[in-house]
Structures are given as C-alpha cells and as structure tokens.
C-alpha cells in the first residue's frame, strides 16, 4: 500500500509539473516577445538617433543664423560710426 501511495504520489508531482514546467510552446512565446522588444529597442534607438542628429542640424543653422545676424549688426554699428564721425567732421569744420 505504501508503494502506491508513494507511485502515485510521484505521478501526481510528474504531471504536476509538466503541466507547469518549461514547455517548447513557452519558450516559444518568450523568444517571440523577446525578440519583438528588441526589435521595438532598436527602433526606438534609431528614431532617437534621428531626432538627436535633426536637433543638431536645426542647432548648426541656428547658429549659423546667429552668426549672421551678428554680422550684419557690426557692419550696421561700423557704418552708423563712420556716419556719426563723418558728421561730427562736417559740423567741426
């Protein structure tokens, strides 16, 4: 009687943990979800990589903007200086 109860403990404990154990039908699923984040991982990475090198362009044309603005403001201040040193040598004399 003790066998049994022991046999039948074990083939209780044996489908027990088929039924919960690893099965190909599992590790299946996990591959496939795995392999759809890291497919969803590199193209977030790749939409930032994108969105980070715009940045840059759109930063390199700002300051290019700058740059001329900053340009055309000391030619403006150079000429309204010679204006008012021509004037003022006008009125001296």
């Known amino acids: 009687m003790k066998k049994i109860i022991a046999l039948s403990s ?3 404990l ?3 943990g088929m039924a919960c154990g690893d099965s190909t039908a599992n590790n299946t699923a996990v ?4 392999n759809v984040a890291n497919a969803m991982n590199a193209a977030a990475n790749a939409m930032n990589r994108a969105a980070n090198q715009a ?4 930063n390199q044309a700002a ?5 001329a ?3 055309v403001a000391n030619a403006t201040n150079m000429a309204n200086a010679n204006a ?3 004037a003022n040598v006008n009125a001296n004399r």
Not at 63 to 67: D, G, I, L, Y
Request: glycine content about 4%; charged content about 0%.
């Open 10 to 12: 074990l083939l209780a």
């Open 14 to 16: 044996g489908s027990l």
């Open 31 to 34: 591959n496939v979800n795995a």
């Open 55 to 58: 940045a840059n362009a759109a």
């Open 63 to 67: 300051n290019a903007a700058n740059s």
């Open 69 to 71: 603005a900053n340009t």
């Open 84 to 86: 008012n040193a021509n």
